[in-house]
């Protein structure tokens, strides 16, 4: 049986293609990771399955063994033709080329919900590393009706996106990541795992949609922009950093905010969970 890194190379090789390093094309070549990327993503035959960077189709082969259907979105020309040709004889199978950013996804999910066959819609994908935080919010800001994002990302991004807010490692995208969804580690891949070989480590981590999200704030907008500029001035006080970029119309204001949330003066955005941050909202409404 040819191994993954064979059949990498040979369709390689048949189409004439180099990975393009501007679109992040780091292929899988690991047999373990694909199966625990696929075992992890628990597909069954009445799910929609949404892949983002198909690439050579790797995943994707996987993939239609197991789903209802799958739609795979690929922005390079070249990915495009060897995927067509390579799954052409599959029914289930769908391909958009386009750049994911642009893709209405919901949709997308909504179209194939109401065909009646298929009863929940999951993403799987092995991200391209140069946009995976655009992906990501989108994905989670328009709120689509999916049950799990199973994503291979770089290991840095993967811990900051998997922290709990208000601990170690959290940054402004912890918050927004825990508000829509519980995310949770499936596994460390090495950077033989890929051809070409990436430089850095990767994780694959996965998302379970929350039915409703984490915490009720009457202005969601307001509570992200809040979040947002308390990270951006990382190192100053949340005191600070929130009356500098004017959120806080004055010191005063910001003092008596945060004592009445029972927290200290010289708090830092980290140590705060997303309640407080929900609590300073609905006091600046
Ligand atoms: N899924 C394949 C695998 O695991 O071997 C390839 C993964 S590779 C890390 C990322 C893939 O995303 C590449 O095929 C690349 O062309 C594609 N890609 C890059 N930017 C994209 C974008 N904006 N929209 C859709 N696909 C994109």
Known sequence: MQTILEETKFIMNKYHIRANKKLGQNFLISDTTVQEIIKNSQISNEDLVIEIGPGL??????????????????????????????????????????????????????????????????????????????IIMKILEEKLDLDTITVMVQKEVADRLIAIPGQKNAGAITYSVYYYSEAKEILEVEKEAFFPAPEVTSKVIQFKIRKSPKVNVSNERL???????????????????????????????????????????????????LEKFAEITEKLN
Do not use: W
């Open 223 to 273: 509570m992200f922009k809040i979040i947002k500029n308390a990270f951006t001035q990382r190192r100053k006080t949340l005191l600070n950093a929130l009356t500098n970029t004017n959120i806080f119309q004055s010191k005063e204001q910001g003092i008596e905010i945060l004592k009445s949330l029972e927290s200290e003066e010289n708090v830092r955005a980290e140590e705060l969970t």
């Open 57 to 134: 189709g790797t995943l994707t082969k996987e993939l239609l063994e197991k789903a209802s259907k799958v739609i795979c979105i690929e922005l390079d020309n070249n990915m495009i033709n060897i995927l067509q040709d390579r799954f052409k004889l599959y029914k289930n199978f769908e391909l958009i080329h386009e750049d994911v950013l642009k893709v209405d996804l919901k949709n997308i999910i909504k179209e194939e919900k109401k065909k009646g066959k298929i009863k929940q819609a999951k993403i799987v994908a092995n991200l391209p590393y140069y946009i995976t935080t655009p």
